[in-house]
């Protein structure tokens, strides 16, 4: 894993068990569209309501960094994560 120490970190994992292990149980995972979205949805452990965020219904791409800026404005204590792009 690699991380930088500005307001906007790049975390790069390659399972979810690293993007698990990085969160806390109440910490906020947005999931944005592509494969890794069938791979979240169907892997990633949530323990707490609202915390694991996936766009369905129309599912429009560029969901998760949007989604990301407002969890983290109104969850300012918590880490918010984004997956996103399938390659």
């Not at 399972?15 to 109440?26: H, P």
Request: glycine share 10%; charged share 20%; hydrophobic share 45%.
């Amino acid at each position: 894993m690699a991380q930088s120490d500005g307001p906007v970190s790049v975390l790069v994992v390659d399972d979810e068990e690293s993007i698990r292990n990085a969160l806390r149980r109440d910490d906020i995972l947005i999931s944005d569209v592509g494969l890794h979205k069938l791979w979240i949805g169907r892997m990633f452990p949530a323990y707490e309501p609202n915390t694991v965020l996936i766009a369905n219904g129309l599912a429009g791409m560029g969901f998760a960094v949007p989604a990301a800026v407002a969890a983290k404005l109104v969850h300012p204590d918590k880490k918010v994560v984004t997956v996103n792009g399938d390659g």
